[in-house]
């Protein structure tokens, strides 16, 4: 599949997702396609091919980028400049936490799983904006919540 094509096939399924959730896909193709393609400040170690596969990372880009667009930025090739990073890690732990929350009601507890793993990394990371490790500590609590309630 060429780039657009994949960026196609996660605009549609983030959006269809993200409108049986009750939320309003205000994102275009465009916007996703330039916030898929931006350089960023970590070295992605995802490709657009597992994200396209991924229903739930689907979901998670669109909603990413829809609430950077709500924080009033604008989707450009430098979005994830270093004043804007602050708001990268915010929306990344808001659409994840929906994400997950879709994960965990479909019952894929290994998707929950590998999401908490991914959180308690997040840690460690020194880009995390020191304001925000409150905010991971609380989803990694509220994972444990629902794996306790779920046994």
Same mark, same amino acid.
Do not use: Q
């Given at each position: 599949?060429?780039?657009?094509?994949?960026?196609?096939?996660?605009?549609?399924?983030?959006?269809?997702?993200?409108?049986?959730?009750?939320?309003?896909?205000?994102?275009?193709?465009?916007?996703?396609?330039?916030?898929?393609?931006?350089?960023?400040?970590?070295?992605?170690?995802?490709?657009?091919?597992?994200?396209?596969?991924?229903?739930?990372?689907?979901?998670?880009?669109?909603?990413?980028? @829809?609430? #950077?667009?709500?924080?009033? =930025?604008?989707?450009?090739?430098?979005?994830?400049?270093?004043?804007? /990073? &602050? +708001? !990268?890690?915010?929306?990344?732990?808001?659409?994840?936490?929906?994400?997950?929350?879709?994960?965990?009601?479909?019952?894929?507890?290994?998707?929950?799983?590998?999401?908490?793993?991914?959180?308690? @990394?997040? #840690?460690?990371?020194?880009? =995390?904006?020191?304001?925000?490790?409150?905010?991971?500590?609380?989803? /990694? &609590? +509220? !994972?444990?919540?629902?794996?306790?309630?779920?046994?």
């Amino acid at each position: 599949m060429s780039t657009l094509e994949l960026v196609e096939k996660i605009y549609k399924v983030g959006c269809e997702l993200a409108s049986k959730l009750g939320f309003k896909c205000n994102v275009t193709l465009e916007e996703l396609h330039t916030y898929l393609s931006a350089p960023t400040y970590e070295e992605d170690r995802i490709t657009l091919e597992e994200i396209s596969s991924n229903r739930y990372l689907c979901l998670h880009e669109v909603l990413e980028c @829809s609430i #950077l667009k709500s924080y009033g =930025l604008k989707i450009t090739e430098k979005i994830f400049s270093e004043k804007n /990073i &602050s +708001l !990268i890690y915010k929306a990344h732990l808001e659409a994840m936490k929906l994400e997950i929350f879709v994960a965990f009601n479909e019952g894929d507890k290994k998707w929950v799983k590998k999401r908490f793993e991914d959180l308690r @990394s997040y #840690l460690t990371d020194p880009n =995390l904006p020191k304001e925000l490790v409150t905010h991971v500590l609380e989803l /990694i &609590s +509220l !994972i444990e919540r629902l794996m306790i309630k779920n046994i």
